[in-house]
């Protein structure tokens, strides 16, 4: 039990720094100081640093950190979740923390496969458990293609706007293209209700 929640402090102390400062500071030696553990103990369980961003990575998707899904209520509206999916998102998401941490990630996806199978399962898991959300408000069976496009597109939209917010200092809320897009997948979905 103590090897594990070593292990773990490790983990959730890695995050803290990726989102503290991004890999400019993600170093052996910070983390051991932060963590306020010995760099034997650090490679102990891990054998290299690269190790413990990619375990960090993995412990994130297992708690569905990185594209969250939300609970629905009976009474909401397909147009309702839509919109505080996103009002959630860009709340959550479009943070600097946040961005840290993903760009990271995306620049390590860029170079190792072992980061680019991870990013890929998450991906998927996310297609298929928003893909769940969305047939849940309709009584018609959605086609698996037109569900794959419509996740697309709305995964889409939220990376660009993180991004977009990332490099920008305005503080727009997006909500016109939030209201647009939301109103054309509805009105895409009329025929399955």
């Given at each position: 039990?103590?090897?594990?929640?070593?292990?773990?402090?490790?983990?959730?102390?890695?995050?803290?720094?990726?989102?503290?400062?991004?890999?400019?500071?993600?170093?052996?030696?910070?983390?051991?100081?932060?963590?306020?553990?010995?760099?034997?103990?650090?490679?102990?369980?891990?054998?290299?640093?690269?190790?413990?961003?990619?375990?960090?990575?993995?412990w994130l998707k297992s708690k569905k950190k990185i594209l969250p899904l939300l609970q629905i209520p009976e009474s909401l509206s397909f147009s309702d979740f839509?919109?505080?999916?996103?009002?959630?998102?860009?709340?959550?998401?479009?943070?600097?923390?946040?961005?840290?941490?993903?760009?990271?990630?995306?620049?390590?996806?860029?170079?190792?496969?072992?980061?680019?199978?991870?990013?890929?399962?998450?991906?998927?898991?996310?297609?298929?458990?928003?893909?769940?959300?969305?047939?849940?408000?309709?009584?018609?069976?959605?086609?698996?293609?037109?569900?794959?496009?419509?996740?697309?597109?709305?995964?889409?939209?939220?990376?660009?706007?993180?991004?977009?917010?990332?490099?920008?200092?305005?503080?727009?809320?997006?909500?016109?293209?939030?209201?647009?897009?939301l109103k054309m997948i509805v009105s895409d979905l009329e025929n399955y209700s």
């Amino acid at each position: 039990m103590r090897k594990q929640s070593t292990r773990l402090k490790i983990i959730t102390t890695a995050l803290q720094l990726l989102e503290e400062g991004g890999y400019e500071t993600f170093t052996a030696q910070n983390l051991i100081e932060k963590a306020e553990i010995s760099k034997g103990t650090l490679y102990h369980h891990f054998s290299s640093l690269d190790e413990v961003t990619l375990e960090t990575l993995k412990w994130l998707k297992s708690k569905k950190k990185i594209l969250p899904l939300l609970q629905i209520p009976e009474s909401l509206s397909f147009s309702d979740f839509l919109e505080n999916y996103f009002e959630y998102y860009l709340e959550e998401r479009a943070n600097n923390k946040f961005l840290t941490v993903l760009f990271y990630y995306r620049q390590r996806c860029l170079a190792d496969k072992n980061y680019r199978q991870i990013k890929n399962s998450i991906i998927s898991e996310f297609y298929q458990d928003f893909a769940d959300q969305i047939q849940f408000f309709y009584p018609k069976q959605i086609p698996e293609e037109k569900l794959t496009k419509i996740v697309s597109l709305i995964l889409f939209t939220l990376e660009s706007v993180c991004f977009y917010s990332s490099l920008s200092d305005s503080k727009r809320n997006f909500r016109p293209e939030r209201d647009f897009l939301l109103k054309m997948i509805v009105s895409d979905l009329e025929n399955y209700s």
